[in-house]
T-cell receptor, first 107, second 113 residues
Framework: GIQVEQSPPDLILQEGANSTLRCNFS?????LQWFHQNPWGQLINLFY???GTKQNGRLSATTVATERYSLLYISSSQTTDSGVYFC?????????FGTGTRLTVIP | DAGVTQSPTHLIKTRGQQVTLRCSPI?????VSWYQQVLGQGPQFIFQ???????GRGNFPDRFSARQFPNYSSELNVNALLLGDSALYLC????????????FGQGTRLTVV
């Protein structure tokens, strides 16, 4: 099956710092999504990005489908950015998730 | 517009019991998928339904079953609960088809004691 690897597994930042989260895939990219899981467990959609670059405020994402990776950039991090970030790729009928990056932003 | 809604939000059951979790998709979405997330891991696929038909099944035992109703809402049933079934159960809704964006509900946190 599809393997999704995320790095780093854990990240601690000072408020205001920038960060880059990476997602590697074992198979060609069809549908690629980034999520932020809040402390209550809900997965919040950040980006739907099979290829190219998208930006939404302080967040942006880039997927290089030919090289099977995606990057999530967080600029000027805030304490509310804390949580677990997941990337997920579509298989035949479902999403395959990575193990996540746990981000902690310290005031 | 309402997002994906799941009920209940929390549930405590005893080993051997049965549980039913419910999900209402976003209006206009015809596909519902179920995922199990245990602590410290990413969500794992259980089932996908599209237009009331099962389109995919993950590597879960037959104790897990699901169905989708004419209004596209869905139920996930788990029989003979084990301690290891304790997890966050997430429902995802999408328009359907291979490359459509999925949206998740807030989840049902199941604890088996």
């Amino acid at each position: 099956g599809i393997q999704v690897e995320q790095s780093p597994p854990d990240l601690i930042l000072q408020e205001g710092a920038n960060s880059t989260l990476r997602c590697n895939f074992s198979d060609s990219v069809n549908n690629l999504q980034w999520f932020h899981q809040n402390p209550w467990g809900q997965l919040i959609n950040l980006f739907y990005i099979p290829s190219g670059t998208k930006q939404n405020g302080r967040l942006s994402a880039t997927t290089v489908a030919t090289e099977r990776y995606s990057l999530l950039y967080i600029s000027s991090s805030q304490t509310t950015d804390s949580g677990v970030y997941f990337c997920a790729q579509t298989g035949a009928n479902n999403l395959f998730f990575g193990t996540g990056t746990r981000l902690t932003v310290i005031p | 517009d309402a997002g994906v809604t799941q009920s209940p939000t929390h549930l405590i059951k005893t080993r051997g019991q049965q549980v039913t979790l419910r999900c209402s998709p976003i209006s206009g979405h015809k596909s519902v998928s179920w995922y199990q997330q245990v602590l410290g891991q990413g969500p794992q696929f259980i089932f996908q339904y599209y237009e009331k038909e099962e389109r995919g099944r993950g590597n879960f035992p037959d104790r897990f079953s699901a169905r989708q109703f004419p209004n596209y809402s869905s139920e996930l049933n788990v029989n003979a609960l084990l301690l290891g079934d304790s997890a966050l159960y997430l429902c995802a809704s999408s328009l359907g088809g291979m490359n459509t964006e999925a949206f998740f509900g807030q989840g049902t946190r199941l604890t088996v004691v």
